[in-house]
């Protein structure tokens, strides 16, 4: 079993058998990830995947149900890279998986320029604005606000991993939809595919991915 710190925790993902290691004071996994993991298109034998912004690496792992091949996930705090890391050796995927605790912006560097078959993010909603008027803590507001890396930031490094014909795969928020589809086109990525997601039956307030 691997060694929990204090206020730390571990949760299954859903209705599998993968195990995620989460912090009270850090951002914990959404349905979002569960959802955008089970929406984008994935190669089952090969391929290599990388998921920008990942997290305590949630993602990565429910892709790893899907495909057997290459993941990456890149994070920028140590302190929720080092959930991810020891949440890779707790669901034993240590072959197929490696996290890099690095700026998601500098991940075409780091793997790589058009190597990528896929890539998926569920990157900050909110911008950097929106965070001064609420009271988060630093790893909270750099989670969910565009206070390290931006909607633009995100679509370019994906543009610069994708190989020809690769795919890019978001969850976002729908009132951001213009900014997306914008931000794509300049990037050269042309969205193929939209799913509105609503919280329950009849709702007002979709998730696009």
């Not at 290691?21 to 914990?28: R, T, W, Y």
């Not at 959404?30 to 995947?49: A, E, H, K, M, T």
């Not at 998921?51 to 140590?78: H, M, V, W, Y």
């Not at 990037?187 to 595919?193: L, T």
Request: net charge positive; with cysteine; charged share 25%.
């Amino acid at each position: 079993m691997e060694q929990l710190g204090l206020h730390e925790r571990i949760d299954y993902l859903f209705d599998t058998d993968l195990k995620v290691i989460q912090a009270e004071n850090l951002f914990a996994f959404s349905l979002d990830s569960v959802l955008l993991s089970r929406f984008v298109y994935v190669p089952i034998q090969n391929g290599r995947l990388v998921d920008l912004c990942t997290g305590n690496g949630a993602i990565p792992f429910l892709l790893s149900k899907r495909t057997k091949g290459q993941i990456a996930g890149i994070e920028l705090q140590p302190e929720v890279y080092d959930l991810a890391v020891r949440g890779l050796r707790l669901n034993h995927l240590t072959e197929r998986i490696r996290f890099i605790c690095d700026d998601a912006k500098r991940a075409p560097d780091r793997l790589g320029r058009h190597q990528a078959d896929i890539v998926t993010c569920n990157p900050p909603y909110f911008t950097k604005e929106a965070a001064r008027d609420q009271k988060l803590n630093k790893h909270l507001a750099i989670a969910r606000h565009e206070i390290c890396i931006t909607l633009r930031d995100v679509i370019a490094a994906s543009s610069m991993l994708l190989k020809q014909k690769g795919k890019l795969a978001l969850v976002h928020r729908p009132e951001r939809l213009i900014d997306i589809v914008c931000e794509m086109r300049k990037a050269g990525i042309e969205p193929k595919r939209l799913q509105f997601v609503h919280p329950k039956k009849g709702g007002a307030r979709p998730t696009w991915y």
